[in-house]
């Protein structure tokens, strides 16, 4: 029981402090990490390294990084030529979660979610996740699709404002033009 609370407390403080929202679990290949202060660190990314809010992580051909959050374990495993940014703020011992895919795949693993959703931003759209599996190729040109492995997904495509549901089994197609489809 000491333990569990000395555990607890351990975490709360965490949580509460300036020392991050996630850590990197694993990365190999290339991999650059952007901290929120301009330090950059390429190909040398150590287990455990915090991630701040504004933080960025670009994987190149043969790339992969993988984090989760200090609150609830979301697990996001960013793959090859991808640019993600991570945001998210500290609100009463959870955080308020935000990720901007630039471009690349990027496997989310998103525990359910208190009041506030997790969001995804890419150039085409805004995915509001309260917990789930999912996969995302975002490019630029051609827009995004959302491949469904568990759970409930809003996709709403930024040009059309159009919201399609993202389910199991199921792939949303978002275009930069504001088209959307649907397919199981």
């Excluded at 202060?37 to 790339?63: A, M």
């Excluded at 085409?124 to 568990?150: C, H, M, N, R």
Aim: aromatic share 8%.
């Amino acid at each position: 029981m000491k333990n569990s609370l000395i555990i607890l407390l351990f975490f709360i403080a965490t949580i509460s402090s300036n020392s991050g929202i996630a850590l990197l679990t694993k990365s190999k290949g290339s991999v650059e990490y952007k901290k929120n202060d301009g330090t950059v660190i390429k190909n040398d990314l150590k287990k455990g390294t915090s991630l701040f809010n504004n933080d960025r992580i670009t994987t190149g051909s043969n790339g992969f990084a993988k984090y989760v959050y200090l609150d609830d374990g979301s697990m996001i495993k960013v793959h090859k030529n991808a640019e993600v940014y991570i945001y998210g703020s500290v609100d009463k011992r959870s955080i308020i979660k935000q990720i901007n895919v630039s471009s690349g795949n990027v496997k989310f693993e998103v525990s359910k979610q208190g009041q506030d959703d997790f969001t995804v931003i890419t150039p085409t759209s805004v995915a509001t996740v309260k917990g789930t599996d999912f996969w995302l190729e975002s490019d630029k040109d051609d827009g995004d699709q959302f491949f469904g492995l568990s759970g409930l997904v809003n996709v709403k495509n930024i040009e059309s404002n159009l919201i399609l549901q993202l389910t199991r089994n199921t792939t949303i197609l978002s275009e930069p033009d504001g088209k959307m489809d649907i397919k199981k």
